[in-house]
């Protein structure tokens, strides 16, 4: 059994220049659908030591593990939000990264925006995106891998097509591995 997300505090902790708006959205709807409490950060972490000048995009790796300074106690997860483009070296880009089972996990709005791909700025949908991506990197932090499930939030996303096809909860087996109460998550 992995661990429960009950009992556990989840600290928001911005990197670089996020939204206000989405900073207290996920701080007031994450609890609801991790069982956990949230606390959003006034200090922020500086992303520039990660920056890597050839492929103009910040490590994820990296960041991740400068993370590690928020982190007080076991209960902690430390979740980084981003609007920088993020990547590790093995794949173009990355939407997030965490530590599977650890502390720390990271997630970027960077491409979940409509704007990158040259459409039309929409809120809603670039909230309803990074709540799920925020999820799916908590998840992990909590200890699940990737799922199957086309109704799970912790199915891999290789691409914001594949971001807004997926629903913002856990399937009732990841539910389950995280001691959740069925029916108790929140969709998006």
Same mark, same amino acid.
Not at 20 to 26: A, I, N, P, T
Not at 90 to 113: C, D, N
């Given at each position: 059994m992995l661990p429960s997300s009950k009992q556990s505090? &989840?600290?928001?902790?911005? &990197? @670089?220049?996020?939204?206000?708006?989405?900073?207290?959205?996920?701080?007031l709807t994450l609890p609801g659908i991790l069982n956990a409490t949230c606390v959003l950060l006034t200090e922020t972490l500086d992303p520039r030591p990660s920056y890597h000048a050839a492929r103009r995009q910040y490590h994820s790796t990296n960041l991740l593990a400068r993370l590690e300074k928020f982190s007080r106690s076991e209960r902690e997860k430390i979740l980084g939000i981003t609007a920088i483009d993020l990547f590790i070296p &093995?794949?173009?880009?990355?939407?997030?990264? +965490?530590?599977?089972?650890? !502390?720390?996990?990271?997630? !970027?709005?960077?491409?979940?925006?409509q704007q990158?791909?040259?459409?039309?700025?929409?809120?809603?949908?670039?909230?309803?995106? +990074?709540?799920?991506?925020?999820?799916?990197?908590?998840?992990?932090?909590? @200890?699940?891998?990737?799922?199957? !499930?086309?109704?799970?939030?912790?199915r891999f996303s290789n691409s914001v097509e594949e971001v807004d096809l997926k629903p913002c909860k856990f399937c009732q087996l990841c539910e389950a591995k995280l001691g959740i109460p069925s029916g108790s998550t929140l969709a998006a």
């Open positions: 505090e &989840i600290k928001i902790v911005p &990197i @670089g220049d996020v939204d206000d708006e989405l900073l207290e959205y996920l701080t &093995i794949f173009t880009f990355v939407f997030g990264e +965490a530590q599977v089972g650890g !502390s720390l996990a990271l997630m !970027s709005t960077h491409r979940l925006q990158f791909y040259g459409l039309p700025e929409d809120g809603d949908l670039l909230f309803a995106r +990074a709540e799920k991506e925020a999820t799916h990197e908590l998840g992990h932090a909590f @200890g699940l891998p990737h799922c199957r !499930s086309f109704d799970c939030v912790m």
